[in-house]
């Protein structure tokens, strides 16, 4: 059980998540996924949410 932990450890994707603001009691700012190097902004937690879920089920379909 253990080997399996430490396996999907090493194959969680790292996001960082930049807060630049919090207007109409939501955050806005950057993410980026530092695997793929990419960065992209959003506008509310909710899109934050579904922009790091699109692309960890993006990865694991590769």
Known sequence: MKNI???NLTNTPTFLVEIKSCKNQS???RLT???KNQTTSF???LELM???DSAVSN???D
């Open 50 to 52: 579904k922009i790091m």
């Open 27 to 29: 955050w806005q700012g």
């Open 33 to 35: 996924w530092v695997e």
């Open 43 to 45: 506008r509310s937690a």
């Open 5 to 7: 932990e430490k396996e």
């Open 59 to 61: 990865d694991e379909e």
